[in-house]
């Protein structure tokens, strides 16, 4: 009797393929051929689940933008039980944005592969969906922490648009600069640069741009 193939199972296992081999060689190398190699596979069975490679890499761009998003809205709905300026809802706010950092063997795969597919998107329109839902999702839990976060200094809405752009461009920064120096950039060197900068959003310090102007 011919063996069952849990069809599911077998795309998972040929997305961790692909994962491996972005993380080991970057995006380039992920064609039908390679990722079938690395699966331990033929092409054919590859092509089973896959048409092309650009529908296996929209599939797996998709599966890490899940695996993201997933652990986000997990720890928000976890830092959402808690009350603002405790120490555990500030730990829970460390924990949230650590989630999109490499700061262990998973969360540095996932982010490498997420950072690869949002690059490539720029010049591959096929991954421009899934780039857009990426930056989507990660943007709505940032800005629903802002809210939390930021004291109302009478600045309106704008003031914490800029906020949730500034902690944005603080965790791309750290995530590219822990994937290209992690020893530098250590896990505990990321934790500290995000709590001072979520201490002195909680505090009041940011610039408010309008009294820049005047």
């Not at 200094?153 to 994937?179: K, N």
Request: contains cysteine; hydrophobic residues 50%.
């Amino acid at each position: 009797m011919p063996k069952i193939v849990d069809a599911e199972a077998r795309r998972g296992e040929v997305v961790d393929a692909v994962f491996r081999i972005i993380a080991a060689d970057g995006l380039e190398r992920a064609s039908l051929r390679e990722v079938a190699d690395e699966a331990g596979l033929a092409v054919g069975s590859v092509r089973h689940y896959f048409a092309s490679s650009e529908e296996l890499l929209t599939y797996s761009f998709a599966t890490v933008v899940d695996r993201i998003t997933l652990r986000l809205a997990d720890a928000l709905a976890e830092l959402k039980l808690l009350t603002p300026g405790t120490a555990g809802h500030h730990e829970a706010v460390l924990t949230l944005l650590g989630e999109l950092l490499p700061l262990d063997e998973q969360r540095a795969v996932d982010a490498c592969v997420w950072m690869a597919f949002k690059n490539a998107a720029r010049i591959r329109p096929f991954l421009a969906v899934e780039a857009d839902r990426s930056h989507r999702g990660v943007a709505a839990v940032v800005g629903q922490l802002v809210t939390e976060l930021v004291p109302d200094d009478g600045s309106g809405q704008h003031s914490l648009v800029i906020e949730a752009e500034r902690l944005l461009a603080t965790i791309d920064g750290l995530c590219m600069h822990a994937l290209l120096q992690p020893e530098w950039m250590t896990a505990q060197m990321c934790r500290d640069v995000l709590e001072r900068q979520i201490v002195g959003m909680s505090a009041g310090q940011s610039v408010n741009v309008r009294q820049l102007r005047e």
